[in-house]
C-alpha cells in the first residue's frame, strides 16, 4: 500500500483518527520544513501529516519553505499528497461551505518564493501543462460526494502572493479571466511535487466570496474563520475516506515525470548538487 501525505493549510493542524503517531524531524539540502512531520496510520494506511503554516500558523504563504516541505515528504517514501486549503470564491455558483477539487492553476506570486528543486548548475524543465493528478482529484471528489458534501469538480486556482487579499481592482480582474478560485500556496507546492515525482491534488475549502461580491454583509476576517472551522470539518471527514482509497492505487501519474526533463549534461553536476538532489532524482542523475 502506498504512503499518502496531507499538507494541512489554515485551520487543519491535525488529522482525526491517525494512530501510532510520531514525530519526524527531516533535516533537508533546502533548509527546515514548516515543522516536525507527524506520521502514523489511518486506518491501516501509513500517512505523513505536515501544517504547512507551522503549529499556532506562525509562517505567511510566502516564507514558507516549500521545497523543504516537499522535500521532506518525499524523503519519508510519500507518493501521493492531499494538500488542504482555505480559498476564496470568484465564482457566484462556488458559495462558502463548499469544496473545489481544482484541475488547474494560474501563478500570480511574484517571483520570490523558490518553486524548484534545480538551480546552481543543474537545470530541468518538467511537463507541467496538467499540474493536478487526476487521479488523487477524482477520489477526493468521490469521497466528498459519498459524504454529500457540495463539492466542485475541475476549475482554476489563482495564486497570488499575499499575505494582503486582493483589492477589488485584481478581483475583478481574475473574474474577468473566468478564474475561479483564489488562494495563496498551492501552486508551489504543485510544482515542486512533480519535480519530487509525487502525485499532488488539492481540495479547496471555499470560505468566502473575494472582494468582487457586492453584498448588504462586507467579508469580514472573523466571517471566514467562522467558515474555515465549518469547513475544516468536512475536509477532515473528506480526507479519512480518501486516503484509504488512494493508498490502494498501484500507479501514480507523477511517477517519472523527471526521467526526460533534466537538460544538463551529467558531467557537468556538480557532485555537492547531485548529492543534494540524490533523494528527489538520484536514478537520472548518471
Known amino acids: 500500500m502506498a504512503k499518502i501525505g496531507i499538507i494541512g493549510g489554515s485551520g487543519l493542524y491535525a488529522i482525526d483518527g491517525v494512530q501510532d503517531v510520531r514525530e519526524e524531524k527531516v533535516t ?5 520544513p514548516s515543522g516536525d512531520f507527524i506520521t502514523g496510520k489511518l486506518e491501516g494506511t501509513e ?108 476549475g482554476t486556482y489563482v495564486c497570488m502572493e499575499g499575505p494582503q487579499f486582493s483589492t477589488k481592482a485584481e478581483s475583478r480582474l481574475y473574474r474577468s479571466w473566468g478564474m475561479d478560485i483564489i488562494g495563496m500556496t498551492n501552486l508551489t507546492e504543485a ?52 486516503i484509504p482509497k488512494a493508498a490502494q492505487l498501484t500507479s501514480f501519474s507523477a511517477k517519472g515525470a523527471m526521467k526526460y526533463a533534466i537538460i544538463t549534461s551529467r558531467d557537468m553536476i556538480p557532485a555537492a548538487k547531485k548529492k543534494e538532489l540524490k533523494v528527489l532524482v538520484g536514478a537520472y542523475l548518471n
Open 191 to 242: 510544482k515542486l511535487a512533480r519535480e519530487a515525482e509525487i502525485s499532488y491534488a488539492t481540495l479547496a475549502a471555499v470560505t468566502d466570496y473575494d472582494c468582487w461580491y457586492e453584498s448588504e454583509e462586507s467579508v469580514t476576517v472573523e466571517m471566514i474563520i467562522e467558515n474555515l472551522n465549518k469547513n475544516i470539518d468536512n475536509a477532515k471527514k473528506i480526507l479519512k475516506r480518501a
Open 47 to 154: 500517512v505523513v501529516f505536515l501544517p504547512r503554516h507551522g503549529r499556532g500558523h506562525t509562517i505567511s504563504p510566502s516564507q514558507i519553505n516549500y521545497r523543504a516541505n516537499i522535500y521532506g515528504m518525499q524523503k519519508l517514501g510519500v507518493e501521493a499528497i492531499m494538500s488542504v486549503s482555505a480559498c476564496g470564491s470568484l465564482k457566484k455558483e462556488l458559495k462558502p461551505l463548499d469544496f473545489v477539487v481544482p484541475d488547474q492553476f494560474l501563478d500570480r506570486t511574484k517571483g520570490t518564493r523558490a518553486s524548484t528543486f534545480f538551480t546552481d548548475g543543474v537545470v530541468a524543465h518538467v511537463a507541467f501543462a496538467e499540474p493536478i493528478s487526476p487521479e488523487i482529484a477524482k477520489i477526493l471528489v468521490e469521497a466528498a460526494q459519498e459524504l454529500q458534501v457540495t463539492v466542485h469538480e475541475g
Open 28 to 32: 533537508t539540502p533546502f533548509g527546515e
